[in-house]
């Protein structure tokens, strides 16, 4: 008798880690200072992951890795909102996607809306409904495209390179 996986496993973990630093590094590194936030490639890193490795990799890298980005680029108040955002958002896409490019175009338009509801909201708490509609929302929905623009075809020609690492445990 086969013993189920930990969700946490060794592979998870590792990948988890990779990623992380993949995504803080490509927010830190490619970052563009608008209004309130940050126009950054670390979404291309998170999508990447999240085709690639599945839901669990994906949510915990963006969220862990955009997260830390948060921290060290001196964004300590978007931190904890970014761990939740960008956390879930590569889950859901992780979760949705396949291998197909209309699956992965799928699982970005269910998952980018809570990386744009969560920032949207968030910007219109901290500093009212102007900023987050003129400011945020613009960048957040420019940030979600170039991500998906760019991992869809990386993912894609990426996945028939590394099938021995792929790690789906159902996603």
Do not use: C
Not at 50 to 63: D, N, T
Not at 78 to 85: E, K
Not at 145 to 165: D, K, N, R
């Amino acid at each position: 008798m086969m013993e189920k996986e930990s969700i946490l496993d060794a592979k998870v973990v590792a990948f988890s880690s990779v990623f992380a630093a993949a995504v803080a590094i490509a927010t830190m590194i490619i970052t563009i200072p608008v209004g309130f936030g940050v126009l950054n490639f670390g979404e291309i890193v998170i999508y990447t992951a999240a085709f690639l490795f599945g839901g669990i990799v994906g949510g915990l890298a963006g969220g862990i890795g955009a997260a830390a980005a948060d921290l060290i680029l001196g964004y300590a108040v978007w931190a904890p909102i970014t761990l939740i955002v960008k956390g879930l958002e590569g889950f859901v896409v992780g979760k949705v996607s396949g291998k197909s490019v209309g699956s992965k175009t799928w699982a970005v338009a269910l998952g980018a809306p809570i990386m744009i509801v969560g920032y949207f909201l968030a910007t219109w708490f901290l500093f009212g409904l102007p900023a987050a509609v003129f400011q945020e929302l613009p960048i957040d929905l420019l940030q979600a495209g170039v991500g998906a623009a760019i991992a869809i075809p990386i993912s894609h020609l990426l996945q028939s390179y590394i099938p021995q690492l792929r790690y789906d445990q159902n996603k």
